[in-house]
Each structure stands twice: as C-alpha cells, then as structure tokens.
C-alpha cells in the first residue's frame, strides 16, 4: 500500500510506516513518513498537492520550494511560509526588504522596500547644502502642535530636523561648526560677543549674541546699551551681561506697558508695583539680584547725567536678607554606588568623573582641561596637574596620584588620535548619548570641540544621570539621586574636611579668595562638627557671647540647658540653650528672653524655622488677632537678630 501513497507534502513514493493511530471511535489508521522530507502523514487525510513558490531559496539558491500553510501577518506586511524540497530549510518569502545605505562604512539609514528610499526635493543639508536628504521618520509633535519630519542627508550622512532651514548659532556651535563674525555696531540689536570680548578664546563664550530685542521702548533700550557698554568695558564677565541685559529687559517691558517716555516719571510707587506684580513670584535671592542690578543701572544713569531720578528709589533697606544655604554634595552612598557602576561607560567619560572630582574642579575648568596638563617635577618625584581656574582667570597647580596620570596619558593618546595633535583639549564634545543607548552608545560620535558647560547636553552629566537611573541609585531620603557637574565640588571640599583637612587647605585646594566663601558653600559638616555651644552663641542683643562669659553650668555641662526636644506655645520646636533653665514663668517665650542664647550648630533649624514663622505671620496678618500677630512679630525679630549674630562670628 505504500508503494500506491504519495508524501502530501513533496510528492515523493519514497515512504515508511511508522506508528498505528488509533481514534476515539476505535478506528485503527497507519501513520507513514516520507523518506525525503521525513513528514509524518496519515492516508486517510487527503492533503491537497503542495504548490510550487516559484522563488528561489535564500539558502542553497534551489528553485524546488513549495508553499507551506497560510499567509501570516508581520509588521512589516504580509509574507507567504514556503518550504525548499532540496535543503529542507523554510523561509518567508513577500512583505518588505530592508534597505541599508552605507557611507565611510558606515550605515546612516535605513528603510524598508517598498516604500524604499523616500527623497524630498528641494530641502538643501544645513550641513553641507547638498539636496539629497531622505525621509527617515515623521511624528507628530504635541509641543510643536505640527507634524515634524525628521530627514537624512545621503552626501554627509548628517540628521536634521524640519525643512531644511539654517541651524541657529547654538546648534551649530554643538556640532562643531565656524559661526561667521559679526561687525559691531552700537545702534543693531544684536551684538557678537566676540567682538566686546576679543580676548577670551570662543569656546569660553556662553554665548555669541548679545541681544536686545526684548528691553522695551527704544529710549530704553539706548541706555540699557550704554549702560552694558560701560559695564562690559570695566571687565564684566559675559555671562554677568547675558543676566544684566534679561534683568533690564524685564524692567524695560513694563516701563512700556506703563507708557512711561522717560526715566524722569519713575517714582517708588511705580517700583512697589513692578515688585509686588511682575516680579512677585521671585525667590528672595532671584529678586535680591533683580534690585542690585537695576540699582546698580540708576546709580550709573545719574552718575554719568544719562538722566536724573530720585536718589532713594532703591535703598539698602528694600533689598531682601539673604541667607546662604547649606551646602549639598553628594551623599556618600550615591557617590559609591556611581563609582561602582562606573566601569559601565565610555573610558572618557570615567576619567572626567575622577578628575573633576579630585580636583574639584567647576564644570568649565573640567571641560576646558588641556592636553599638556601633566608636569613632572624637576626631581622626578612628584606629578602636578595645571589648569585653569574660571573665577580667578589664572593657572592652578594641584598634586595628582600616579593612577590618574597614567588614565590621563591615555585619554592624551586617544584624543589626539581622534582629532589629531592641533586639538588642545584633553576631551571632547560628544553626540548620540541618548537614553536608549546606554551603556555602550552605539550611535556615540564625537564633536571637535570641548565638552559643553551645560548640564543638559553635557556629556559626563548626561551619562552619570543614565546610570543613576539604570542602577536605581537613590539617595537617603528614598529618592532618585540628583547629579550636576557642579555638585563634584562641594563633594570634594566635603570630602577633605571629613579627611582631617583645615579650612585653610581647602581653601588653597579649591583657590577661594576668601576663607568664609569655603565655610558657606562648599564645606560641610555633620550636626554639631562645625561650631558647638563651646564655640558661637548669639543672644537677644544681637550680640556674639563669648564662651567664657557663660555660666559654669553651661560650659561644663550644656545639655542640661538645652532646650531641643521642647516647643513653644504656638507648637513651633525650641532650639539652643537656656542659662536660666529652671522654673520659668516665660518658658515658651523663649526666644524673646534674655537668658536664651542661639548657638551656631543649630543655625539650618533657625532659618528653617524662619520660613516657617514668616508664613504664619502673613496669615496671621490676614486672619488673626493684632495680639498674635505683634508675637509673631518679636520672634522673628529675634530670630533675624540671632541668625545674623551667628553668621558675622562664624566670618
């Protein structure tokens, strides 16, 4: 029976039986295997002829292929199984191909056939002006509110986005590219920064532009020129004109609103209003800045007789107390678990991580570190890195360790290689560090230039960031932890002080003018570890008390006057210490006593706190009693008093 069965598959005569099938009806059925394609069958079920694909085999290139079951939906189309008789392979055959275009090497895009290779005519390459770009995605975009296309350019293998239009100064200084100058002239409103700052190297630039499109009335806008003019000319760093002239330009627009034709009709009234109204929502140190500059602007008009305004309508007494916040470094367990991971990314991105660390470095000078950087001392025995500190624009010379100056060797050998010896810079810019690349970026492309400043497109930033998020990295709080270039700096400064390093080598380290400039930013202490009972207090007087001038009770045994742990009526906690401290009748008054005294560790609870009292007070004012409201009042009063004690002892 055999001989008279062909295989329903190939067709072959060629079979073998193999087991007895038995149904549930009890029916008996010989199951048979063909010998050339060894498919199983049973010859009761007539499968119709296998039908010939009429394609070749991407295997063995045989034509012999046959169809196999039903067409299958894929993603990118519908695709036929087939089956090759003389290899036995299957394979899909229909749907789309996949096109790669190559250049140096290279794949710059990739599509599917058909549609195939989508060009759009007469859009030039912002790169290389050539009209070849391709389509290679087209979304749309719900900031934009419009379709966006994003487009390849088959000459330069360049991506860009939109139709083709010239990139801004910005973005062309991110890839890389010459910005042509532009000729000063006091009367454009746009002024190139090259030309006011001739000496600074490009790349020091924040920006290119300085613009005063936006600073109202053009009477205004002739003073705010001069006014920048003057400024830049008495050596003003750039980035301080960038904030003068947005500061100035906030005030100019409202001076328009308020149709004012000179500077002769501005009076108090008129600036209570555009600080209570149009700069309302400030911080206090946002708007401490905003009086000082437009001070600044109406002591220079009246000074050089731009015009003549009133001597008193900004005094020293309408400026904000500023108080200076803790520093903020990174934890010990973030700063760990980073360099746990850290074997994750590129090499250069490692060694920025180190170095900026170890020589607390601020992010400008890390990304502006020279190849020659490395020097040898004259006995052979130490290594010493040199750079440029940004503040004090001049050299720096710091000890290095002999692992760091074998990393920097080869990023030296890397770079120069990548740019060639002409490049300066120990690293580079890079492209291509998004989210999904992480960690090993394949689309990773490398800029001619320095890395950029800012956090947000800055390369050593935006990959710790990847990685913290990658590695679930949180810090004590439960948190996703917080990283900026800048944070590496009041990490180190921490660092050296919990080493057992003076104030004053820190300083040095770090090349701060001034020691209290350590103290308030960058060095930080654990509660208690920077001055105790022992060292600064400050009373009612607003008065520093020595330590002597306590009594013997307190300095032999403070924990007995401490007052932490208890609050007052109002339900605000105390802190500091009672000298008194037995049976009080003021007791929960007691900051307004005279026998409290405010000791400098805990210095961040009173400026909490505050905050917290000067809310309060304002609701007070709007809802409550006067009696209430004159409490508030001498306690924070006091508070202001003790806090500024504090911080004049500890400078």
């Given amino acids: 029976m055999s001989q008279l069965l062909k295989c329903y598959n190939c067709g072959s005569s060629e079979l073998r039986k193999r087991n007895i099938c038995t149904y549930l009806d009890g029916s008996r059925v010989q199951q048979y295997q063909c010998k050339s394609c060894h498919k199983f069958f049973l010859p009761e079920y007539r499968h119709p002829p296998a039908r010939a694909a009429d394609v070749s085999c ?47 090497g290279k794949v710059i895009h990739r599509c599917w056939d058909p549609p195939g290779r989508q060009h759009v005519p007469d ?17 749309q975009s719900i900031q934009r509110q419009r379709k966006v296309r994003e487009l390849v350019c088959l000459s330069c293998g360049q991506e860009f986005t939109g139709d083709g239009r010239a990139w801004s100064n910005s973005l062309r200084r991110r ?48 003073l705010v020129k001069a006014y920048i003019l003057r400024r830049v000319q008495t050596g003003i760093r750039l980035g301080t004109s960038v904030n003068e002239i947005s500061k100035l330009g906030f005030f100019g627009r409202f001076l328009k609103q308020q149709s004012l034709v000179s500077m002769k009709e ?86 920025m991580l180190i170095l900026g660390f170890w020589l607390g470095a601020r992010p400008s000078e890390l990304c502006h570190i020279r190849k020659d950087c490395l020097n040898l001392d004259a006995n052979g025995s130490t290594w010493w890195v040199e750079f440029e500190r940004e503040k004090t624009e001049d050299e720096h010379r710091l000890p290095i360790t002999t692992d760091l100056v074998r990393l920097i060797q080869r990023q030296r050998a890397y770079i120069s290689e990548l740019h060639g010896e002409d490049y300066q810079y120990l690293f580079c810019h ?31 930033v935006k990959t710790i960031r990847h990685l913290i998020k990658q590695c679930d990295i949180k810090d004590s709080n439960g948190r996703i932890a917080e990283f900026t270039g800048a944070i ?9 002080i919990r080493d057992g390093y003076s104030l004053e080598f820190i300083r040095i380290w770090l ?92 210095l961040p609870h009173y400026k909490a706190q505050l905050e917290r009292l000067q809310v309060k007070k304002t609701e007070v004012f709007n809802y409550g009693s006067c ?25």
């Fill in 58 to 104: 991407p295997n063995c290139k045989s034509t012999k292929t046959v169809i196999r079951g039903r067409p299958k939906k894929r993603l990118y189309g519908t695709v036929q199984p087939c089956q090759c008789k003389d290899c036995g392979k299957e394979f899909n055959f229909g749907g789309q191909k996949q096109l790669l275009f190559f250049l140096n």
């Fill in 123 to 139: 859009v030039a390459c912002p790169n290389c002006n050539q009209k070849k770009a391709v389509l290679k995605t087209e979304y």
């Fill in 175 to 222: 890839l890389g590219k010459t910005i042509p100058y532009r000729p000063w002239r006091f009367e454009d409103e746009l002024w190139d920064s090259r030309e006011l700052y001739p000496k600074v190297e490009e790349h020091k630039l924040t920006v290119l532009s300085l613009n005063f499109k936006n600073c109202g009335s053009e009477w205004f806008k002739k």
């Fill in 266 to 351: 501005l009076d108090r009234q008129l600036l209570a209003t555009y600080w209570v109204q149009e700069r309302g929502h400030l911080s206090k140190n946002k708007l401490h800045g905003d009086m000082t500059t437009i001070k600044g602007f109406l002591d220079w008009g009246n000074a050089e007789q731009y015009f003549t305004t009133s001597p008193t309508l900004i005094t020293s007494f309408d400026l904000p107390k500023i108080f200076h916040n803790e520093p903020d470094p990174m934890e010990d367990l973030v700063l760990e678990a980073i360099r746990d991971n850290l074997h994750l990314l590129p090499e250069s991105i490692q060694l």
């Fill in 430 to 460: 890079y492209q291509g560090i998004g989210k999904t690349g992480y960690p090993n970026y394949p689309s990773l492309k490398s800029v001619k230039c320095p890395p950029k400043v800012s956090a947000s497109i800055n390369p050593m």
């Fill in 488 to 496: 590496l700096r009041s990490s180190r400064a921490t660092q050296l």
């Fill in 511 to 602: 090349k701060h003018r001034q020691a209290k400039t350590t103290k308030q930013h960058y060095a930080r202490y654990r509660p208690g570890e920077l001055l105790d009972v022992a060292c600064v207090m400050g009373n009612l007087d607003k008065k520093f008390i020595a330590y002597d001038s306590n009594p013997e009770s307190l300095r032999q045994n403070p924990k007995l006057h401490e007052l932490d742990g208890l609050k007052m009526l109002s339900g605000e906690p105390l802190y500091g210490y009672c000298i008194f401290r037995e049976f009080c009748p003021r007791f929960g008054h007691c900051y307004t006593c005279g026998f409290h005294v405010a000791s400098a560790d805990k």
């Fill in 627 to 651: 009696e209430i409201l004159e409490s508030y009042t001498q306690i924070i009063n006091a508070l202001e008093g003790k806090i500024e004690a504090l911080e004049k002892a500890m400078t």
